[in-house]
């Protein structure tokens, strides 16, 4: 069974850093694609921030670029998303999915974790 639990979320000062997990299980971990999506508030959708490859390469939303850093730890089957100067544009509910090899989500959505970013 497929499970990704995400966690880490929480309140933040425009200009400070969080770092969300998202634990995966039930998962050939080093085959995957990951990546971290979320949905802002009044959006009716969900947008594509980070992706993990599985053969190493890492792509970037063209808003989080430079600020935002998407890992993979296969010892631990955890993908992490590293936020740094945070802005309130980056409030959100974010979540972790399996991707196809163009970023197509595989799973439903989860629960996701909450980022708020204050002023």
């Known amino acids: 069974q497929v499970q990704l639990v995400e966690s880490g979320g929480g309140l933040v000062q425009a200009g400070g850093s969080l770092t969300l997990s998202c634990a995966a299980s039930g998962i050939a971990f080093s085959i995957t694609n990951f990546a971290w999506y979320r949905k802002a508030p009044g959006k009716q959708q969900r947008d594509l921030v980070a992706t993990a490859y599985k053969d190493g390469r890492t792509a970037y939303t063209g808003s989080v670029e430079g600020r935002f850093t998407i890992s993979r730890d296969s010892a631990k089957n955890t993908v992490y998303l590293q936020m740094s100067s945070l802005i309130v544009e980056d409030t959100a509910v974010y979540h972790c999915?399996?991707?196809?090899?163009?970023?197509?989500?595989?799973?439903?959505w989860g629960q996701g974790t909450q980022v708020t970013v204050s002023t």
């Open positions: 999915v399996r991707v196809t090899n163009y970023g197509l989500p595989l799973d439903s």
